[in-house]
């Protein structure tokens, strides 16, 4: 049973750094894209940024420059490194799964519940 | 970037009935549109891909068509779990991926 667990989430001043992970379960993390999705409070869904089968990385505008995702295929964990955080990085952020193996097609296939990051002084 | 636009922003319905929602881009997509409803405090959950494929597990009442730059989900006939936020998103032209503003469907 695929399973995504976010964690890192929390209070964090404008300016400070957060690192999130997603804890994968049920397949093999680096052989599927994966994504982390935002959502404002009372916002719709925004993509942040992916990581496909071949390591390549993709950025929204709104973060390119400040989050950087990666993965440990050690532990089939993804991360998102945010630095430089601003009042407007406010969100719960999701971490998904493509839908099929070993391709770029991003289709969010699987969510986790989300880690809610607070940027407030 | 691909602006997708949906509507209406809210559709006010019964249980039973037929609930069409649109999504349109900004420019074309080909079928690469894919839909996902949230329901309050849940994450979002995979519908549609690739315009009208259904994701396992996704009942038959919900369907998708469309091709290049209009694309609507139906619903056939709305059953009181399918009250939720409705998204498109589309992954022809990317890095942005991007999702539409969401259609709320409520109880009437």
Same mark, same amino acid.
């Given at each position: ?41 009372g916002k719709g869904l925004e993509w942040v940024s992916s ?71 | ?14 249980? #039973?009935?037929?609930? %069409? &929602? ?14 996902? $409803? !949230? ?28 091709? #290049?730059?209009?694309? %609507? &989900? ?14 498109? $998103? !589309? ?6 991926l991007t999702f539409g503003g969401g259609t709320k469907v409520?109880?009437?």
């Amino acid at each position: 049973e695929v399973q995504l667990v976010e964690s890192g989430g929390g209070l964090e001043q404008p300016g400070g750094s957060l690192r999130l992970s997603c804890a994968a379960s049920g397949f093999t993390l680096s052989t599927y894209g994966m994504s982390w999705v935002r959502q404002g409070p009372g916002k719709g869904l925004e993509w942040v940024s992916s990581i496909v089968p071949g390591g390549e990385t993709y950025y929204a505008d709104s973060v390119k420059g400040r989050f950087t995702i990666s993965r440990d295929t050690s532990k089939n964990t993804l991360y998102l490194q945010m630095i430089s955080l601003r009042a407007d990085d406010t969100a719960l952020y999701y971490c998904t799964k493509n839908f099929e193996e070993s391709t770029t097609n991003m289709i969010f296939h699987y969510w986790g519940l989300g880690t809610r990051v607070t940027v407030s002084s | 970037e691909v602006v997708l636009t949906q509507s209406p922003a809210t559709l006010s319905l019964s249980p #039973g009935d037929r609930a %069409t &929602l649109s999504c349109r881009a900004s420019q074309s997509v080909s079928r690469y549109l894919a839909w996902y $409803q !949230q329901k309050p405090g849940q994450a979002p959950r995979l519908l549609i891909y690739d315009a009208s494929n259904r994701a396992a597990g996704i009942p038959a009442r919900f369907s998708g068509s469309g091709f #290049g730059t209009d694309f %609507t &989900l139906t619903i056939s006939s709305l059953e009181p779990e399918d009250f939720a936020v409705y998204y498109c $998103q !589309q992954r022809q032209h990317w890095p942005p991926l991007t999702f539409g503003g969401g259609t709320k469907v409520d109880i009437k």
